[in-house]
């Protein structure tokens, strides 16, 4: 058991049995009182934030996130099937634990999966992503002074906005945590 001390943003703890994931904390200490820990706290599974708020010193529980690396091999229906690139065991997600990174996930791509106690709460792709144009309307000559940006579909089907000189059939990098073009890929 860990004390209130041992609170750091970002970290997980477990109370009545669900996994919180610390947004914020403060170590508050008013006049004579006793001093207090205020918490922010986001639900692992639901992604619901509560607050909670803890007399300082009392024991909390800190959970241990594991990360290992998966091998997304292909979709059939709802769910997506990835391989341990070392055991070659396969796994089954969800589309719905997918839910944020699934417009970008393309065969063969290796990604993090994030799991407590065995159970898999996150799985999250690299931070840029190279991913080719499929659709997108005819490039603009001299395009590039005016700085402006269309729609354009990717192979995985999602669909960003790219400068005006872009093509189809092009590649490009993708952040994948803002959805936004970075550059074109030689």
Do not use: W
Not at 102 to 116: P, R
Not at 122 to 132: A, G, H, Q, Y
Not at 168 to 179: H, L, W
Request: charged share 30%; glycine share 6%; hydrophobic share 35%.
């Amino acid at each position: 058991m860990a004390k209130t001390q041992d609170i750091k943003k970002g970290g997980t703890l477990k109370f009545d049995n669900e996994f919180f994931t610390v947004i914020d904390f403060a170590h508050i200490k008013i006049g004579r009182g006793g001093a207090f820990v205020r918490l922010k706290l986001k639900n692992v599974r639901s992604g619901t934030t509560i607050e909670k708020t803890l007399t300082a010193g009392e024991s909390i529980k800190i959970a241990r996130l594991d990360e290992y690396s998966m091998q997304y091999i292909y979709k059939e229906g709802e769910l997506y099937y990835f391989m341990n690139p070392e055991s070659y065991e396969q796994v089954s997600l969800p589309s719905k634990l997918l839910e944020d990174v699934k417009k970008y996930l393309k065969e063969n791509e290796v990604v993090k999966f994030i799991s407590i106690e065995e159970e898999i709460i996150e799985v999250r792709l690299p931070n840029f992503c190279d991913l080719k144009i499929v659709e997108t309307e005819p490039p603009i000559k001299d395009a590039r002074a005016s700085g402006g940006l269309k729609p354009a579909t990717l192979e995985t089907g999602a669909n960003i906005r790219v400068p005006l000189f872009i093509n189809s059939g092009e590649m490009i990098r993708v952040d994948t945590r803002t959805g936004n073009y970075l550059e074109r890929v030689k």
